[in-house]
């Protein structure tokens, strides 16, 4: 570390950015809760027919991780993958979905619940029928 006005991270650090700035101050996300193996996808986004329509729709103009995380996601990417890929906190990146989300720029694809999931009996008489085999 340098003098009291020098530089306080060396040159490999590259350039420090506090997670709260690339979200606005927002720590978390109001609407659906993003769980970490839920699966994220791009869409693309319609195109307004009626130029009245594209009038009322509210001016939003997205952060380069919005673009990162529209990047990764053409094909389906957790959420715990989005965040790691980023190297950014999940908490982060849950922001940040959310508000790709309510702007419908990405589909959530949500895992199955674990009831749908066959039992172990079910599975064990799979295998049991793989190994007769």
Avoid at 98 to 122: C, K, N, T, Y
Wanted: charged share 25%; glycine share 8%.
């Amino acid at each position: 570390m340098e003098g009291r006005g020098g530089a306080w991270y060396d040159e490999a650090a590259g350039p420090v950015v506090r997670p709260y700035a690339l979200t606005g101050g927002r720590t978390h996300y109001d609407g659906v809760e993003f769980d970490l193996v839920a699966l994220i996808v791009a869409v693309e986004p319609a195109v307004a027919d009626d130029d009245s329509a594209a009038l009322h729709a509210t001016p939003w103009s997205p952060e380069p991780e919005h673009d990162m995380i529209l990047e990764l996601c053409r094909t389906p990417l957790s959420v715990a993958e989005i965040a790691s890929d980023l190297e950014l906190p999940l908490g982060v990146v849950r922001v940040l979905l959310g508000d790709l989300l309510d702007h419908s720029l990405i589909q959530v694809r949500r895992p199955a619940p674990v009831a749908q999931f066959p039992g172990e009996r079910v599975l064990k008489e799979v295998i049991d029928g793989i190994r007769a085999l």
